[in-house]
């Protein structure tokens, strides 16, 4: 059958996969890209977790770990895309694992994206509320004392405002993804401008891309560890560009602008977060001011290097790009709870899958928020800011978001392997390549997996002297937590009920649930087998 327009053929590839075209489709490719983007905000991981890299090896971390971690999330991002092109729906990635290795695969994946998910909203509006915190505190001195219970009721009201947004300004929120892109690019530049013109020392060029620091509390036998362990700076900074897949059921084209949306904002963060990472090391006046600052690093570095009027107009900056950053995290969230309980995955699946007049899910957008707020509140009980007990706190929360998100990233990636030859491309596709990169991916992602899960001091590990519960990543017992909760679950109970993606219906059933829903529809279509 001829296609009548782009947007009957987008409906009729959603239909081939089973659902009808619920959600609305109005999204540009680069809008696509724009989401993944505005989540992956190098103006948000790169600094909220500088910290992370300038006390767990130095600028040597920031010199060399940044494109080291930015080569293998390509090839991530790759592999991911090639499956995106082929089934473009706000599953995304359970959906993915489903139709390629059955129910179970697409459980356990499902589950590991929705924690990850949640995680990931948890360390973007954390962050945000630290540098918010910070600038409130150079504005009005004496009000603000970025203690953890301040950070936390600015975390809430972040949070509160996202979901409103969401919930309420679809529209605005799409303008805002949008003007997001421009936020970074720009604010990345006129933040390394400032580092670059104003202050009067910077570090060598020998004294970036060599000098180590190790603040872990680790001896210096285990730097190698350290330095593996700041990584999570750069890990951490790219995750979330699975948006692009989430947002394909509201994007135009969507077999060809989501596997570009995941490339794509990869590369361009991975070249603009590059720069930032080398601006802000070379402007450190003083190291030990600066890796003594803790979560508060960057501000520090922005006030020994430029004063305080300058430190608030950056801060300003960066405070503007994580809030865009933490809105965006929540609508691709909410999408992937939405698909999932659309397939009946989570318990009141009823509930979370509702849509208001906008067509939002804006139970889904609630339900995050509030475990996103969750997820973060133990950091409320720290015992001061920076490397101590606040930056555990922290490193916990972000540690289980880039393993979450990366082993349900490489689940899809796996099975697409398994099938080999047998698989059949969509519109974007990795060609004979797909070994080389899909090995690549899943080799890493174990790597990183196991990495992270690792005590990040010495007094985090058990049956040590001078262990201390404060100090312990909590990354392990959430990851392995969830693993024998979803994996009992499945065992006990799913495996019974959960069949993977669901079919909505026949060809007239979903007319019918898009009529109800206010979309417009073409002609009768006829639809390939799913």
């Known amino acids: 059958m001829a296609d009548y327009s782009a947007h009957e053929k987008d409906r009729r590839m959603l239909h081939a996969l089973g659902y009808a075209q619920e959600l609305r489709r109005g999204m540009s490719g680069f809008s696509n890209f724009a989401i993944s983007f505005t989540i992956i905000s190098i103006l948000s991981g790169t600094l909220t977790l500088y910290s992370t890299g300038i006390n767990y090896g130095g600028p040597v971390e920031e010199a060399w770990g940044w494109p080291i971690v930015s080569v293998f999330v390509v090839i991530v991002g790759l592999g991911m895309a090639e499956i995106a092109s082929k089934y473009p729906t706000a599953g995304g990635l359970y959906y993915w ?51 953890p219970h301040e950070v936390i009721y600015v975390y809430a009201c972040i949070l509160g405002l996202h979901a409103l947004m969401n919930i309420f300004s679809v529209r605005l929120v799409a303008l805002l993804n949008d003007i997001s892109v421009w936020w970074h690019v720009f604010g990345v530049l006129i933040i390394v401008g400032f580092l670059a013109f104003k202050p009067d020392h910077h570090e060598s060029v020998g004294t970036v891309f060599s000098k180590t620091i190790n603040n872990s509390g680790f001896s210096h036998q285990w730097l190698w560890f350290v330095l593996l362990l700041g990584l999570l700076q750069a890990q951490y900074t790219f995750t979330g560009y699975d948006a692009s897949a989430h947002m394909s059921e509201e994007t135009q084209d969507a077999g060809r602008a989501a596997a570009r949306g995941v490339v794509m904002s990869i590369v361009v963060s991975a070249v603009f977060g590059y720069i930032l990472a080398l601006g802000v090391t070379f402007a450190i006046q003083s190291f030990q001011s600066t890796t003594g600052a803790g979560l508060f690093a960057v501000k520090q570095v922005f006030l020994d ?35 999932f309980s659309r397939d009946g995955a989570t318990p009141g699946h009823r509930i979370w899958r509702r849509l208001n007049k906008a067509r939002v899910p804006y139970m889904a957008v609630i339900a995050i928020a509030v475990m996103a707020f969750l997820c973060a509140f133990p950091a409320y009980f ?32 796996y099975l697409r392997l398994r099938l080999a030859d047998a698989w059949e491309p969509g519109e ?44 312990v990543n909590y990354a392990p017992i959430a990851v392995i937590g969830t693993m024998l909760l ?45």
């Open 97 to 147: 694992a489903s139709k390629m290795g059955g129910p179970a695969w697409g459980w356990f994946t499902g589950w590991f994206n929705l924690i990850g998910q949640i995680a990931i909203t948890a360390g973007i509006d954390y962050g945000a509320a630290i540098f918010t915190d910070a600038l409130l505190n150079l504005l009005w001195p004496g009000t603000f004392h970025s203690s």
């Open 305 to 339: 290097a430029l004063g305080l009027r300058a430190a608030e107009f950056l801060l300003f900056v960066i405070v503007g790009a994580q809030l865009y950053c933490g809105m965006s995290a929540i609508t691709s969230a909410s999408r992937m709870l939405y698909a």
């Open 382 to 413: 720290s015992k001061g800011i920076g490397v101590g007990a606040g930056y555990v706190a922290y490193a916990a929360v972000t540690s289980i978001a880039t393993i979450g998100l990366y082993i349900a990233y490489a689940l899809p990636i």
């Open 428 to 471: 974007w596709n990795l060609g004979r390549w797909y070994k080389v990169i899909g090995w690549t991916a899943v080799i890493w992602v174990a790597f990183i997996s196991v990495l992270f899960i690792m005590p990040i001091t010495p007094t985090g590990i058990p049956f040590k002297t001078g262990f201390t519960w404060l100090s």
């Open 486 to 530: 979803v994996g009992g679950w499945w065992f006990a109970s799913a495996n019974k009920w959960f069949k993977g993606p669901i079919v909505q219906g026949s060809e007239d059933e979903l007319a019918r649930i898009e009529e109800r829903v206010g979309e417009r529809t073409g002609p009768p279509l006829t639809t390939p087998a799913a």
